[in-house]
Every structure is written in structure tokens, then in C-alpha cells.
């Protein structure tokens, strides 16, 4: 394979690069990544036949840049994720937080999956759902709904199709979880209908208004934040209890903290796993 051409990027537009990416998603490119730049965006800008990062910056203000500016944010957003990430998280849901929100009173308990990547997260939700309602002797009367969103398309796109291959197939997964929740597909696992039913994924980002997704018992925001200032976590968070009910829930990634970052939520660590709980 031809090795791949490096940009050269020069400081004015390396500083103009950071300040379109923090405005378009939030995301702080800190100072000396222009070999990530470089490494995520080469390929794009020679698909598109455009010169340098300079080029980029003068297309992508250009009438019709749009669609530009959706691959460009594919490209920059680190999609990381696995099957069963925090895996006390799950525990403390299926475990504490499901009981206690099944007594509840009102229609479907609803669960936002923020940043879902490629869609395991939201599964997973979905799985653990269905344990517990396995599990559930007196027949669990409210149904669920998760809501799985990311800015990213593609993205959204792979997790819609429901299918994994490869490390995204396995990394995570016990052979058991594996046969419960997949049905073969080839050399690849799809989930199963039942899983995915529960799921509804769309396009959304953190930084715009939450307004028009409704109310949630629980909300996993996990491992995005970091990628944000400091006044944009705090934002988003205080932006998440409006659209919490009371005594819902919020996760955070394991090395996220809500310190200093909003006083609205109480910290209740169970089962392993640590999550925020709305103050009444
Ligand atoms: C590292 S993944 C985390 C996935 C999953 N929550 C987990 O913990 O495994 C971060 C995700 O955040 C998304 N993201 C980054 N900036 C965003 C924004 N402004 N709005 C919505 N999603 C964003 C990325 O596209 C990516 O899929």
C-alpha cells in the first residue's frame, strides 16, 4: 500500500482548523496535533482533489460547504467503543436503578444513549433491558424506549444496520452474550430484532438544544465530554438535568467527573458503579 501523503499545515490555518472544529461540534484541538490532522484528514482532501488545510478551510466556507463540513467532523470525532464499556454501569442499572424506576408512575421509561458511536452502547442498554425483564418475577409494566444519538453519520449509519464484524464483533463480548443477543450473519453477529426494536438512533449535536428529544429517567454521556472545554461540559450537563425527570439518572465515562461542573445532581455509587442522581 502507497504510503499516505502528510498535509503540511502552517500555524495560521492549524489555529483557524481548531477554531472551526470547536465551533461546528465542541471538540478542543489542543496545540502540536497537526500529525492527527493530518493522519485523519489526508485521505478526504484527496477523494475531494483539495490542496492543503488551507483549501479545505476556503471550500468549507464556500456556499454549499455542508456537506464538506459533515465529513470533515466524520473524520475529527473519535469513535472508540466496545460491548459492555463500565461494565458496573449496566450492573448498577439492571440491578438498583431498573427496580427503583419500574415503581415509578408514567408512560414508557425512556433512556438517551448521547454519544452512542457505532451503537453498542445503545444495544447494550437494550440487553440489559431485556435481562431484567427476564429476570422481573412480577412482570414489568412500563415499556422502554432508548433514544441513541451522535453527530457523527457514518457513525449513526453502522449502528442502524445492526451489524458487527471483526474486533467490533468480539471486543467486549463473553461467547455467552455473544448466542443470547446475535444472530449469526455470515462472518459477522447482527442483533436480534427484539435487541433493536427497543433502539431509535438520530443525528444530533451536544452542543445545539436537547428541547425537542422529551424527557428521560436515565441518560449515558459517556466518554465525549472530555473532548470539550470546560464552560461547554458545564453547559451540557446543566442542559441534561432540564431534560431529566426528577431522580433520573446521569453516567459518565469512567475517567469523567461531574465536579465543578453542575450542583444538581448527587453522586450514588452502587453495585460497583458510580451515577448521578437528579435532586428532587
Ligand atoms: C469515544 S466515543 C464514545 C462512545 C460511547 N459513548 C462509549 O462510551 O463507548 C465519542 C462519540 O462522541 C461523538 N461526538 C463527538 N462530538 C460530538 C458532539 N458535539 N455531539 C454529539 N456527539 C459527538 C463522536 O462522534 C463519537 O461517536
Known amino acids: 500500500m502507497q504510503p499516505r501523503a502528510t498535509l503540511s499545515i502552517n500555524p495560521v490555518e492549524y489555529r483557524e482548523f481548531q ?65 459492555y464499556r463500565d461494565v458496573s454501569h449496566f450492573e448498577l442499572l439492571r440491578q438498583k436503578i431498573f427496580p427503583e424506576l419500574e415503581k415509578r408512575p408514567g408512560g414508557a421509561m425512556r433512556i438517551w444513549s448521547a454519544a452512542c458511536s457505532s451503537g453498542q452502547e445503545p444495544y447494550n442498554l437494550s440487553m440489559t433491558v431485556e435481562e431484567y425483564l427476564g429476570a422481573s418475577r412480577n412482570g414489568y409494566n412500563r415499556s422502554v424506549e432508548i433514544l441513541a444519538t451522535d453527530i457523527s453519520t457514518r457513525m449513526l449509519e453502522q449502528a442502524r444496520s445492526g451489524i458487527y464484524c471483526g474486533v467490533a464483533a468480539d471486543r467486549g463480548l463473553t461467547s455467552e452474550q455473544s448466542r443470547r443477543f446475535f444472530v449469526p450473519k455470515r462472518d459477522c453477529l447482527e442483533v436480534l430484532p427484539e435487541i433493536r426494536r427497543r433502539v431509535h438512533f438520530r443525528e444530533l449535536n451536544l452542543t445545539s438544544s436537547f428541547a425537542v428529544l422529551g424527557r428521560f429517567d436515565v441518560i449515558f454521556c459517556r466518554n465525549v465530554l472530555i473532548y470539550f472545554s470546560h464552560d461547554l461540559k458545564r453547559d451540557i450537563i446543566n442542559r441534561m438535568a432540564q431534560v431529566l425527570n426528577p431522580g433520573g439518572y446521569l453516567f459518565l465515562g469512567s475517567t469523567e467527573s461531574i465536579n465543578q461542573l453542575s450542583d444538581r445532581f448527587e453522586m450514588r455509587v452502587d453495585s460497583g458503579g458510580i451515577a448521578y442522581r437528579l435532586k428532587d
Open 19 to 83: 477554531e472551526f472544529l470547536q465551533q461546528a461540534c465542541g471538540i478542543l484541538l489542543g496545540s502540536g496535533k497537526e500529525y492527527l490532522v493530518s493522519s485523519r484528514l489526508s485521505a478526504l482532501l484527496a477523494e475531494q482533489d483539495i490542496d492543503g488545510l488551507g483549501g479545505l478551510l476556503r471550500t468549507l466556507k464556500a456556499p454549499g460547504g455542508q456537506g464538506l463540513k459533515v465529513r470533515v467532523i466524520d473524520a475529527m470525532t473519535t469513535n472508540e467503543t466496545f460491548w
